[in-house]
């Protein structure tokens, strides 16, 4: 298995709601990421898991919240966000340290209503 | 602190000819060196990376590129294009310190179009 499985594909919330954006490997990485991505611009990161601790937290608002709950399972949070909010969310894995390069989910594409 | 730059934000070229999409580095340290893809509305798949074994490096479908250190360069080619290769290519730096967490810099991308 050499993927990396992001759900849901689509997502559409409002401003008040609670959502949790969900990514799955089984691909035996040990730093799993988050990162957002506006149109037509590169990927940001934002989160980086390393042996599922928090290892990285690029000063990302606190109406996004991480967690790792196993070696194989990334969760985002969602809360409260904003219209600016809206972009790709990507996922991604990697062996860390061996400069392998990451492998990448297909993304979710939220919208903030 | 590392670096991506890549010229040409837009790159056009007819089917059948040379794609070539340039970047260059900037690492105080021997860098890792990636080129991803990614498609409308998915995510990014690896190309091809340089690692420090060999310079020319070659990728998945026909891309390849070669690492030049006095040039601080690591550019993207394929000696024919074709109508599937439109897509947005990004390079990307990643660094070799001890506590190397595989943090990659991503260039700005470069939007590669194949006219018929």
């Known amino acids: 298995d050499t993927e990396v499985t992001q759900t849901p594909k689509h997502l559409v919330m409002g401003m008040t709601n609670k959502k949790s954006l969900k990514c799955e490997q089984h691909?035996?990485?040990?730093?799993m990421y988050w990162y957002k991505q506006k149109a037509k611009k590169p990927p940001e990161l934002m989160f980086v898991?390393?042996?599922?601790?928090?290892?990285i937290n690029e000063s990302v608002p606190s109406r996004f919240s991480p967690e790792c709950p196993n070696s194989s399972l990334l969760n985002l949070h969602l809360h409260a966000l904003q219209p600016e909010d809206s972009a790709l969310y990507l996922c991604?894995?990697?062996?860390?340290?061996?400069?392998?390069?990451?492998?990448f989910g297909s993304g979710t594409r939220l919208t903030v209503v | 602190a590392q670096s991506v730059t890549q010229l040409g934000s837009h790159v056009s070229v007819s089917e059948g000819a040379l794609v070539l999409l340039r970047c260059n580095y900037s690492?105080?340290?021997?860098?890792?060196l990636f080129w991803y893809v990614q498609y409308p509305n998915q995510g990014l798949q690896l190309l091809l990376k340089?690692?420090?074994?060999?310079?020319l490096v070659k990728g998945i479908n026909g891309f390849e590129a070669e690492f030049k250190k006095s040039e601080t360069s690591f550019h993207l080619t394929k000696p024919s294009a074709h109508m599937s290769d439109a897509a947005e290519y990004f390079c990307?730096?990643?660094?070799?310190?001890?506590?190397?967490?595989?943090?990659?810099?991503f260039g700005q991308g470069t939007t590669l179009q194949v006219k018929p």
């Open positions: 991604a894995s990697s062996q860390e340290g061996t400069g392998t390069g990451y492998t």
């Open positions: 691909m035996g990485h040990r730093a």
């Open positions: 898991y390393s042996y599922e601790k928090l290892s």
């Open positions: 690492s105080s340290v021997p860098p890792y």
């Open positions: 340089y690692t420090s074994a060999a310079t």
């Open positions: 990307a730096v990643s660094d070799r310190g001890s506590s190397n967490t595989g943090k990659l810099i």
